[in-house]
């Protein structure tokens, strides 16, 4: 499975890259929010620094909602650097844009899905990921990590090569979790790879190895 980190923030970006676990990177405009990034000449700065840092996938996000506007822009992003993965939302021009980039060989990643039906669609138009938003759907108490285990099963049954990126994920937990019901990905903010260290009985059991060494010598 592949982790990508989901911030736009440049330092958790680095923190996460030096443990050499790091695959990829997902942003959005919330999190370029957050950052203060704003104006179009900003924006494709900060993407082309993260992109910089991490060889692997950068997903940068379209603003525009309508086929055209979305088409131009995700050029535009995937000029920024080779790295690139155009974020389109699923929506009805979203899927027809993806089908596009399809065609002319840019990479996308298909966000903000909620169902499996919406999965088929991103999978159909050739999307090199799909995203469906875990913490989202809890938040709403349904389950997501039951669609996370649909829709592996659905890809898998019928052969589709988009992959699923299980994102908005909130605990180390999650990310388990998502591995273990077939997500190729999971995208979460640095806290939750940090969890994922923490055991009481790793820590107890260093503790120990270092005092008896200490004991014999000194
Ligand atoms: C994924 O690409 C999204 O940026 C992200 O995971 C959304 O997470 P949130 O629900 O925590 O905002």
Redesign the pocket.
Known sequence: MKFFI?TANLNDIREAAELGILDGV?T?P??MAKEGISGQSNIEKHYKAICEIVPGDV?AEVIATDFKGMVEEGKRLAELADNIVVKVPMIKEGVKAISHFTEIGIPTNC?LVFSAAQAILAAKAGATYV?P?I??IDDTNWDGMKLIKHIAEIYAIQGYETEILA????SSRQISDAARNGADVV?CPLSSIMGMFNHPLTDIGLEKFLADYRKLNG
Request: hydrophobic letters at 25%; aromatic letters at 6%; a positive charge.
């Open positions: 989901d997902t959005n919330s999190l997903s966000t995203s938003f913490g989202r994102a908005s994920i909130r995208t």
